[in-house]
């Protein structure tokens, strides 16, 4: 027999799937809590017992993706099989695949968490962990002394990239290569500049 505790959780699980399905569908405007609990066949009362608002499910939504996030780059660190450059190289491609085949969720994991207390802490706190993660990385090809500086130039460098890529103004026709190799000549600079001075 299932419990109480058990059922809630369930439900909640089948909330944020719904949202998620949604906010790939339409965008954060499609998410609302009515029709969240329609997609995964709740009460109409039971998204309200879960989340406060719409606010507070968006940013519950961004937290796991965040906090999926860290656990992949954790996982491309981890990789005994790939040098210092190509782990980044992953880690990058991995943040911009989540661009490409998700561009809502994207956007909402770099928005500025919004809602109850407790879902901006978890978000705030899922968003550090990524960071450090991605830092690692950074400092394992280039030292930990300018780890910060080229992480903030290779992220919003990626930022960047998947925009215009999205946009359609990064097309392989108009400018003769990918998104990767910008991504790949930016390491090999920035590897070639600290490792040079």
Known sequence: ????????????????DAAAALLDTGGPDA???RAVGARAGVTRGAPYRHFPDKDSLLTTIAAEALERLADQAQAV?????????????RALSTLMTIGRRRPHLYRLMFTTPAGDPAAIHAASRAAGRAMEEFLAIVGDLIGTRHAHRFAALLLTSAHGIADLE???HLSPDKWHLTAEELISTLISMIDQQVHSG
């Open 1 to 16: 027999m299932i419990s109480r505790v058990e059922s809630a959780a369930a439900t909640r699980r089948a909330l944020l």
């Open 166 to 168: 999205a946009s359609g």
């Open 77 to 89: 660190r981890a990789d005994p099989h790939l040098p210092p450059a190509g782990r980044l190289q």
């Open 31 to 33: 998410v609302t809590l």
